[in-house]
């Protein structure tokens, strides 16, 4: 456990740190407060240009569902012995390919698939469970090239209030 010792035990070192304490939180009050002002200010302008977006956003979904419904519907007029129709204002593309339709219950196609002995279609995703590793002896680690080494670290609290 760290001892605790009080300031005047330091000097000169601890009335600088306390200094430096005092303006490390003036600081970040400064940058909480205009971070909160920037988030208030951009959710209000991204609110309003949702709203004047919106319209133009609906007419671009509707006149895309009614291109894509009318390309369907004339195929065939359309893509008459080609896949690609060239228009003054753009390009119509029909594409063929196959789909598979896989069955919605999973665990049941995997078992199916472990049954038959088809390992190529099964996923597994391997990884380290570090919590289970740092519990290991160190000749243990040693084994898998890791090693146990004692970090130092510094940080710091500040107080909720200023002391006035």
Do not use: Q
């Amino acid at each position: 456990m760290a001892k605790r010792h009080k300031s005047n035990d330091f000097g000169e070192a601890a009335v600088r740190a306390d200094d430096l304490l005092e303006n490390i939180r003036a600081v970040r009050e400064i940058i909480d407060d205009l971070e909160r002002e920037y988030l208030e200010d951009a959710a209000r302008l991204k609110a309003e240009y949702e709203t004047r977006l919106k319209p133009f956003r609906e007419e671009l979904a509707g006149d895309e569902k009614a291109l894509l419904a009318l390309m369907k519907a004339c195929r065939h007029a359309l893509f008459d012995g080609t896949d690609v129709v060239y228009l003054s204002n753009g390009t119509l593309v029909r594409t063929k390919k196959d789909k598979v339709s896989i069955p919605r219950n999973h665990d049941a196609v995997i078992a199916i698939c472990e049954e038959l002995g088809f390992v190529d279609a099964i996923k597994v995703i391997k990884s380290l469970d570090r919590e289970a590793i740092e519990k290991w002896p160190d000749e243990r680690l040693f084994l898998i090239g890791a090693e146990r080494k004692t970090k130092e670290e510094y940080n710091y609290d500040l107080k909720k209030e200023h002391a006035k």
